[in-house]
């Protein structure tokens, strides 16, 4: 288990669409490494970087610079051709990009207070959206085509999101899903789920896109903690896990199927038939799987389930195998196994890991 305190050497961290790859930056280069492999793919030592977003596993790349330097201005989005080394396209903006995300057909560009949509393939400006002002650029994407959602912040003063459809351009839904501002949303990648959670990060709530209702509500801790990221396991309908890496240096995984097996046992109780949804919500086990002291406290750190297995049997629900891959900001990839028996007991185990930038010694 890993326990790094240096100080922070990286400038931004991304996985692309499908978890395959991931790219990292510092203050003198960016890489790209393979997930599965943890193979350095490709690297480039062209200054400081606080967006390197992948196109799943092709050469095109979104780069926007730190301002370090004065030909990699903040505001700049440059659209880079990875083979060829050179650029492809660039878009200048008023004010700093705070978040990119890209699909095969769209590409979405998040400001302080207006988010840009572009079709990728012609790069013309198709809608702007505008926002609340949206400082840390939080935002969630699912790169599906056929459910290709953008959400945002709806409010700076409860936990409110609007969800976007990207393809027909038009708002689909807010969702009031706490009382605190968004800390952090995530969708699964068809875009049929919506996970957030707020400045207090107590608790995770999950919702269903097309209804806009509250399906599951996760309770993380009953301390105040920053939330860093949230990401669904990848699956055609609901996720069997929810991951999420917390300021406290934890990573927490939330058991979405077993959850789903023991409400429907509750549903035919006594307790489950008279109680309305909303309030036998609140009695759900927490389903909540926690590996303490991942990171050291404080380092922010990104995860993501890339792959899960079912380990079929007799029982109901199914163990799980699951890899979660994560990166921290003090410069290392790590890669777990969890598993999760049909009694809801859970094993975490390091599997790898290593320093993404070894030359680096401050």
């Not at 660039?90 to 890209?102: C, Q």
């Not at 650029?137 to 409860?158: D, H, I, M, Q, R």
């Not at 949804?277 to 609140?282: E, M, Q, T």
């Not at 909540?288 to 049997?313: C, D, F, M, P, T």
Request: aromatic letters at 8%.
């Amino acid at each position: 288990m890993a326990n790094h305190s240096s100080p922070s050497s990286i400038y931004s961290a991304s996985f692309n669409q499908d978890n395959s790859g991931f790219a990292v930056s510092s203050r003198d280069s960016f890489k790209i490494f393979d997930s599965t492999t943890g193979r350095l793919c490709y690297e480039r030592a062209a200054g400081a970087f606080v967006i390197v977003e992948m196109l799943y596993s092709s050469d095109l790349l979104a780069l926007v610079g730190a301002g370090e330097q004065a030909s990699l201005s903040p505001r700049r989005l440059c659209l880079f051709n990875s083979t060829k080394g050179s650029p492809l396209k660039e878009l200048n903006f008023l004010t700093s990009i705070l978040a990119v995300r890209m699909n095969k057909k769209r590409l979405v560009v998040v400001l302080v207070e207006k988010t840009y949509v572009y079709d990728l393939n012609t790069l013309v400006m198709l809608d702007t959206i505008d926002t609340v002002p949206n400082p840390k650029g939080l935002c969630a994407f699912s790169p599906s085509v056929e459910g290709c959602f953008l959400a945002v912040p709806a409010s700076t003063t409860k936990g409110s999101v609007l969800v976007y459809n990207v393809m027909d351009l038009q708002s689909h839904s807010e969702i009031d899903a706490h009382r605190s501002p968004l800390a952090a949303v995530a969708l699964t990648s068809n875009g049929m789920y919506i996970a957030t959670a707020s400045e207090q990060g107590t608790l995770i709530r999950v919702h269903l896109v097309s209804e806009s209702t509250k399906s599951y509500s996760f309770r993380r801790g009953t301390y105040p903690s920053t939330i860093y990221s949230l990401s669904f396991a990848p699956s055609s309908q609901l996720p069997d896990i929810l991951i999420a890496t917390s300021s406290s240096g934890s990573i927490h995984a939330f058991s979405l199927m077993l959850a789903i097996h023991q409400r429907s046992k509750r549903s035919t109780s006594f307790l489950g038939s008279v109680l309305p949804d909303s309030v036998s919500d609140a009695l759900d086990p927490a389903h909540h799987h926690v590996l303490q002291n991942a990171v050291s406290s404080g380092i922010r750190s990104y995860a993501v389930v890339r792959k899960v297995g079912k380990l079929e049997g007799t029982s109901s629900p199914s163990p799980i195998r699951a890899t979660v891959s994560v990166i921290t900001y003090s410069g290392y990839f790590q890669e777990y196994t969890l598993s999760i028996n049909n009694k809801n007991e859970s094993v975490w185990t390091l599997e790898r890991e290593f320093n993404l930038y070894p030359v680096i010694s401050s």
